[in-house]
């Protein structure tokens, strides 16, 4: 039955490929002269239910995520958005999922850090990549490759790819109120002096403008503890498209939703 539905997939596809290109179009002349945001967040979810759905190991879904990954970052470099954050396992990923998953998707990160740091891309457009979260947490030869990158790319200004590993909100929250608190008994700090401002300086997307649009996959309609200070005036998009099958038309119509929403920041 599976090369059946693979050949009958495939047509299905080839069918709709002008309709496809047509309607990609109409979007792109729609958002085009629109705002484009700062930064955008995204939840690449559904790995594993599009694996399961189709028959495969959540380990292909990954690594189709992977491939799905790679192309969603050019498409928003081609938008010159300058700040990127992507979700690439959370805390909770990093200590619950099954080991053999889990090693796979490091294997994979590294695999993505050692390709970025080749990127002809990153050194023409002057992207600084920086992985957040808690990294005691990674491997070790992950870190490495991560802080060569890091190293590599930290006199770039263009613009910034964050990859959050094994990253929580709440976690990076009380790792900010920490460094205050010794930063007070210290005496570098005062107290009173602490602000919104201030504590974002301890937090570590220190530098980047928050999060304008977050865009989940999946249908899941929840952030997960990503960047939870950070977005606390965000617009969130979710779409019910899995991961793997995230299509540059599901990112024009994010952006469409963007544009139509009056952004009021509690005024």
Known sequence: MRPLKSA???????????IYKLYEFWLWRQIRSGPIPRHVGIIPDGNRRWAAR??????????????KMKEVLRWLLDLNIKYVTVYAMSKENCVRRPEREKQHLFQLIKRGLQELMEAREIYERKVRVRVIGRTSLVPLDVMEVARRLEERTSAHKEGTLYIALCYGGRDEIVEAVRK???????GTIEPESIDEEVFRRYLSTNGAPDPDLIIRTSGVERVSNFLLWQSAYSELYFTDVYWPEFRKIDLWRALRSFQMRERRFGR
């Open 8 to 18: 009958l997939d495939q047509a299905h596809k080839i069918l709709l490929k002008p």
């Open 54 to 67: 189709e028959g495969w190991d959540a380990i292909f879904g990954h690594e189709r995520g992977y491939m």
């Open 180 to 186: 205050i608190v010794n930063d007070v008994k210290r």
